[in-house]
């Protein structure tokens, strides 16, 4: 009686509430993301403007790598395509590394237990703030601050100051509104990268630190032996989750213009595919625009799978390489040779 | 005796020096970080030909004259803050919620349960967390078309049910706080398994929801890729904020600096009061974010 009851409470099992309750999941994501992840796919190997109905296979991507295909017209999209391929290269660079530096110092010196330097947590609410107002707004104001003319302020101030004669083209010269562009993104991100790897300093073993005080190591010592060699997986983490946003970077070049004319040296990739699918309406370039999104796609998932392979469980990994690696033991053993190893 | 405590002093010398050092350039970057917006909220307060003729850092007299100036020339039409208010409100607060909820419910159903596809969903989940937006919308918009679901606020709010980061977050929060006793404590009371969730893990969640929820309000509310690409037709009445401000730097006839100022400080406005309010909150949130090891 007992063992059959107990047989009977073993076999309730709860495993369809499990897929009801990540059902909704999959059901929007397939349904808003996969499909229209296809969609891309399939639009990609169509014409464009009027002759969006028609089959052109490859077309698109050889007109947007190789410049061939399409007669003249593809000459100028590969120019334009890899233009924006090297402005988001060049914006990315531009503002990671200054970004990056300033923030792995922050982020070392608000960590240091031996520093006192007051007001530690007013300025990191300072410094985070950029990152929440509105990317529209910021676009906006730094276009009236740094307006081309002698009416912007900085130029108003500049001239003033007597420090220029001529007023700078922050918005239309090409380093000046790069330059601009990558000032706008590293203000916004600094704070944003300087709190996450201080998170990661602050989950370092602090006794390593304690150790190396002891031993008398200068800071310098301290942050090259102890916490950039530690920091690394944090700092990859960092630089790869950076470089696929930088590549979707849109915001900011896109509304750092003046008016409605856009500037060629600022825009950047998913500008280029915005511009094609979205402002060419009711006419759209579905095929460049689906074409460009699928190499971006694949670029993504180049560096996605990356962070992919270092966020895994360490542990699940470890443990099979572990079993893997009794199962050859014990496989060498069989085949005679004593256990020894290889 | 006496050495030893000139080297000590020498070192507290040191740091303190150092410390001074840092200081400053603590000091430094957050005048960088706060003069643009000191800027905005004085030019706010003038009027475009002082703003043109002189750079001031002191508020000027004209705020009153900017506020009317913005709700009455029909210049600024497109740029009706109330309106614009409550379209970034609807969307960001559906999102919000909708993506929140469902997460939390995916992440328990992923964390709790044992079932077959178990695994494969959450690497699923893990592999999709970097797709980003744009290499999807030229697909999406296009689908959306066909739908009849442009200039619908549907697009732009339904989809957020999926977000793979926050399944992400909730999961790993789960992991280290719920424990599954407490779930078979609650059957055996003869809780129903989807009332569980709702009395039961929520409440447990509430700190991860809650830094979760900021973060997804934030973003949404700032979005504007998405509804600039979805909201087609442009009609004022369903435009968002940050697509106000677009439309506002995009027009050439617009030339008053001053109420232009003041429109741009008015945006931001509800963004800097809740960050005033939550900031503690939401700078320990980018520190659990951070963590992904």
């Known amino acids: 009686m007992a063992s059959a009851a107990q047989r009977n409470i073993r076999s309730v099992s709860y495993a369809k509430y499990g897929y009801f309750f990540i059902l909704p999941f999959f059901l929007v994501y397939c349904f808003f993301q996969i499909w229209p992840l296809?969609?891309?796919?399939?639009?990609?190997?169509?014409?464009?403007?009027?002759?969006?109905?028609?089959?052109?296979?490859?077309?698109n991507f050889e007109a947007l790598l190789f410049g061939t295909g399409m007669g003249r017209a593809s000459t100028a999209i590969q120019e334009t395509f890899f233009q924006v391929l090297g402005n988001t290269l060049i914006v990315w660079i531009g503002n990671f590394v200054p970004q990056i530096a300033i923030s792995l110092a922050l982020a070392v010196w608000f960590t240091d237990a031996k520093?006192?330097?007051?007001g530690k947590g007013f300025f990191k609410v300072i410094m985070y703030m950029p990152n929440i107002i509105t990317a529209a707004s910021v676009a906006a104001l730094f276009l009236k601050l740094f307006d081309d003319s002698k009416y912007g302020v900085v130029n108003n101030l500049f001239l003033t100051w007597g420090v220029i004669d001529e007023p700078i083209k922050f918005i239309t010269g090409v380093w000046e509104s790069r330059g601009m562009i990558m000032f706008?993104?590293?203000?916004?991100?600094?704070?944003?990268?300087?709190?996450?790897?201080?998170?990661?300093?602050?989950?370092?073993?602090?006794?390593?630190?304690?150790?190396?005080?002891?031993?008398?190591?200068?800071?310098?010592?301290?942050?090259?032996?102890?916490?950039l060699p530690l920091l690394r997986p944090i700092m990859l983490y960092t630089l790869i989750t950076s470089m696929i946003g930088g590549l979707q970077m849109f915001d900011i070049p896109y509304m750092y213009t003046k008016g409605t004319q856009r500037n060629e040296y600022t825009k950047t990739v998913a500008v280029?595919?915005?511009?094609?699918?979205?402002?060419?309406?009711?006419?759209?370039?579905?095929?460049?625009?689906?074409?460009?999104?699928?190499?971006?796609?694949?670029?993504?998932i180049g560096l996605g799978s990356i962070t992919f392979y270092m966020n895994r469980d360490k542990d699940a990994a470890a443990r099979k390489k572990e079993r893997k690696a009794a199962a050859k033991k014990l496989k060498a053993q069989q085949k005679g040779l004593g256990g020894m190893e290889i | 005796?006496?050495?030893?405590?000139?080297?000590?002093?020498?070192?507290?010398?040191?740091?303190?020096?150092?410390?001074?050092?840092?200081?400053?350039?603590?000091?430094?970057?957050?005048?960088?970080?706060l003069l643009p917006i000191y800027m905005l909220i004085i030019n706010a307060t003038r009027a475009h030909v002082d703003i043109q003729t002189q750079v001031s850092f002191l508020p000027g007299s004209s705020l009153i004259?900017?506020?009317?100036?913005?709700?009455?020339?029909?210049?600024?039409?497109?740029?009706d803050a109330l309106t614009?208010?409550?379209?970034?409100?609807?969307?960001?607060?559906?999102?919000?919620?909708?993506?929140?909820?469902?997460?939390?419910?995916?992440?328990?159903?992923?964390?709790?349960?044992?079932?077959?596809?178990?695994?494969?969903?959450?690497?699923?989940?893990?592999?999709?967390?970097?797709?980003?937006?744009?290499?999807?919308?030229?697909?999406?918009?296009?689908?959306?078309?066909?739908?009849?679901?442009?200039?619908?606020?549907?697009?732009?709010?339904?989809?957020?049910?999926?977000?793979?980061?926050?399944?992400?977050?909730?999961r790993q929060y789960l992991q280290s706080s719920l424990s599954l006793s407490i779930i078979e404590a609650a059957r055996i009371d003869g809780c129903g398994e989807f009332r569980t969730f709702i009395s039961i893990a929520i409440p447990m969640m509430k700190p991860a929801i809650a830094v979760q929820a900021i973060?997804?309000?934030?973003?949404?509310?700032?979005?504007?890729?998405?509804?600039?690409?979805?909201?087609?037709?442009?009609?004022?009445?369903?435009?968002?904020?940050?697509?106000?401000?677009?439309?506002?730097?995009?027009?050439?006839?617009?030339a008053d600096y001053g109420v232009i100022y003041y429109a741009i400080a008015l945006s931001i406005l509800p963004l800097i009061i809740a960050y005033i309010c939550l900031s503690k909150f939401i700078i320990a949130g980018v520190a659990l974010g951070g963590v992904k090891e």
């Open chain 2, 215 to 254: 973060f997804a309000f934030v973003a949404n509310w700032n979005n504007f890729y998405q509804p600039s690409m979805i909201l087609i037709s442009r009609k004022a009445e369903q435009l968002t904020i940050p697509m106000m401000i677009n439309a506002l730097k995009s027009n050439d006839k617009i």
């Open chain 1, 115 to 118: 520093l006192k330097i007051p």
């Open chain 1, 38 to 59: 296809i969609n891309t796919f399939i639009l990609s190997v169509y014409g464009n403007g009027k002759a969006v109905d028609e089959f052109i296979g490859l077309g």
């Open chain 2, 65 to 79: 004259d900017n506020i009317n100036e913005l709700s009455t020339n029909p210049n600024f039409k497109t740029f």
């Open chain 1, 184 to 227: 706008i993104q590293a203000w916004m991100w600094f704070g944003n990268t300087m709190i996450m790897l201080m998170s990661g300093i602050m989950g370092l073993n602090p006794s390593l630190f304690e150790a190396a005080n002891i031993d008398g190591a200068s800071s310098g010592q301290v942050f090259r032996k102890i916490t």
């Open chain 1, 272 to 300: 280029f595919i915005y511009e094609h699918f979205r402002e060419k309406m009711p006419n759209p370039n579905y095929g460049f625009s689906g074409a460009a999104s699928i190499i971006l796609f694949i670029i993504t």
């Open chain 2, 84 to 170: 614009g208010f409550k379209n970034s409100l609807i969307i960001a607060g559906c999102s919000t919620f909708l993506s929140v909820f469902f997460s939390s419910l995916t992440a328990y159903g992923l964390y709790v349960y044992d079932f077959k596809i178990k695994g494969a969903a959450y690497t699923f989940i893990l592999a999709v967390m970097m797709v980003p937006m744009q290499v999807t919308s030229v697909g999406f918009l296009q689908f959306m078309i066909k739908l009849g679901l442009n200039d619908s606020y549907i697009p732009l709010i339904v989809p957020t049910i999926a977000a793979p980061a926050i399944v992400f977050f909730m």
């Open chain 2, 1 to 33: 005796m006496s050495n030893e405590k000139q080297v000590k002093d020498n070192y507290t010398a040191k740091l303190r020096v150092k410390s001074g050092i840092l200081f400053a350039v603590c000091v430094l970057l957050t005048v960088i970080c």
